[in-house]
């Protein structure tokens, strides 16, 4: 293999697919990034919040939303074709964005019930006022939901789906890094233009910084839209660049309870979706902990989102260079399973190190200077950037590999079961672990609760190990002729 087709493996005929593909990824991972930033700001800095409304909203309002997001695709996949259901997809998004930047939170204050919250704190007791936050913050728990849900919608199951469909195997093990990269020059470009917002507007209402963001937002909204019409009118229609059968632009026959039926029957469905719910549950219970001592640290919204943008951006930097310098050839040479296990490894490893010196932070070392508060925020983002720059490089395009061979319904049935559904069981089911240690064993601060992650974050790292394992099996099983018996089209 020369120089070139290890860091740049895309034939000269797939740049018409392979092009506008990254481009989508790239605005749709640019907004990502904008909205993940400003949505922990929001619900962690808020009156009468912290890290702790995090579990409560996962659990509790996110999941049920993110089940019912899976029964109205369901459905609408039945009655709609795909393009028609990505762009109304995307436009709710965007009109969602610009009532809430120009309207709702310019007017929060004449909209949120403080003085009945106020109550309801005294009635209940401050030990509980993470439930009274989801009232009197309502606002910023619908700007919560929504950043959620654009990473699971937008980009697993309408950005990936859509990939998974209109390429081969063959062609997945080439693109998909490379898309990985693409996501991470977005974070690695949203991090200073956040910044930079944060910092311009740091003395004034953070309404500024928002509507300044929310325009980006809409503008690569539309971008988006147009990059996928673009791929549907002229990519979809060259036999050479899409699967003999093409289910892209068709519509989908099962409905919720036949998909879900679909993910029980399936043992492979269910080997992905024990991935996907090994990383929400684990990620979930370190990054809580992480996020309450970093409100501690920086109680100061500006320096709280100024302090995210960089971590977004380090994640971009480091994913980048990981991706497009070696996680191609980590996956070719060094196969499926081997790549899939890297990120339950390093999570393991870098997590409970983390939860070690959360533990015994009286006993740490001053290094530098430092006071154990910003030594355990620092080695807390180093575990949130090693962490995601693994899930990117590594998790999501092996992830997505898998769902390949499989037939077209299993493709978009099982998918949304797994991206929308199993996601949201995997944080959620890390949210419920959380609330219960904080109403039962806990004195309603996270931090009282570190003890009890040890055990369950371990057994979830041994479950997740143990179905890449069956998952690698079921897939050398699964393969499809196309990989078998198909070599790549010979044009340059």
Not at 104 to 114: D, K
Not at 306 to 330: D, E, H, K, Q, Y
Not at 347 to 360: H, N, R, S
């Amino acid at each position: 293999m020369s120089f070139k087709e290890k860091f740049w493996p895309i034939k000269r005929f797939e740049l018409k697919k392979f092009i506008p593909l990254l481009l989508m990824k790239f605005f749709i991972s640019f907004n990502y990034g904008i909205l993940t930033s400003m949505k922990d700001t929001f619900i962690v800095t808020a009156k009468g919040s912290g890290a702790e409304v995090i579990p409560v909203l996962k659990g509790w309002i996110v999941l049920p939303i993110a089940l019912g997001v899976t029964l109205l695709y369901t459905k609408l996949s039945n009655h709609l074709k795909k393009p028609t259901l990505f762009y109304g997809i995307i436009l709710t998004f965007l009109t969602f964005i610009f009532v809430y930047a120009f309207i709702l939170y310019p007017n929060r204050e004449l909209l949120s019930p403080h003085a009945s919250a106020d109550w309801l704190t005294n009635v209940i007791g401050t030990k509980h006022q993470h439930w009274v936050s989801i009232y009197r913050n309502w606002m910023q728990v619908l700007f919560f939901v929504m950043a959620e849900l654009w990473s699971t919608v937008a980009i697993f199951l309408l950005f990936w789906g859509f990939a998974n469909q209109i390429n081969r195997v063959s062609e997945a093990k080439r693109f998909y890094t490379l898309f990985i990269a693409g996501g991470d020059l977005a974070a690695i470009a949203t991090g200073p233009l956040v910044w930079h917002y944060s910092k311009k507007y740091a003395g004034l209402d953070f309404t500024n910084t928002l509507q300044s963001l929310a325009i980006y937002i809409i503008i690569f909204g539309f971008i988006i839209i147009g990059l996928y019409r673009w791929i549907t009118k002229n990519v979809l229609t060259d036999p050479k660049l899409v699967p003999d059968e093409n289910p892209a632009l068709s519509k989908t026959k099962l409905s919720l309870k036949e998909s879900i039926k679909l993910l029980a029957r399936s043992k492979y469905l269910r080997s992905i979706a024990m991935m996907v719910i090994g990383y929400g549950l684990t990620i979930n219970l370190i990054e809580v902990t992480w996020k309450a001592h970093l409100k501690m640290q920086y109680p100061n919204p500006s320096d709280y989102q100024s302090f995210m943008a960089n971590i977004t951006s380090s994640v971009g930097i480091v994913s980048f260079l990981t991706a497009f310098l070696a996680g191609s050839s980590i996956i070719r040479f060094f196969g499926w399973r081997f790549s899939a296990l890297i990120t339950p490894v390093s999570l393991g490893l870098t997590g409970i190190a983390f939860l070690t010196m959360v533990v015994f932070k009286n006993s740490l070392p001053l290094w530098f200077g430092m006071t154990p508060l910003f030594m355990i925020v620092l080695f807390g983002a180093f575990q949130n950037i090693s962490t995601k720059v693994m899930k990117y490089s590594f998790f999501d395009p092996t992830k997505e590999i898998a769902y390949i061979p499989l037939d077209p319904e299993s493709k978009v049935k099982g998918k949304a079961a797994i991206d929308i559904v199993g996601s949201r069981f995997g944080k959620s089911g890390s949210a419920w672990i959380q609330i219960l240690l904080l109403e039962f064993v806990g004195n309603g601060s996270v931090l009282s609760i570190t003890y009890f992650l040890f055990p369950i974050i371990i057994l979830a790292l041994i479950k997740w190990i143990g179905s890449v394992r069956t998952l690698d099996k079921q897939f050398k099983s699964q393969k499809t002729e196309e990989e078998v018996l198909q070599e790549e089209p010979a044009q340059s």
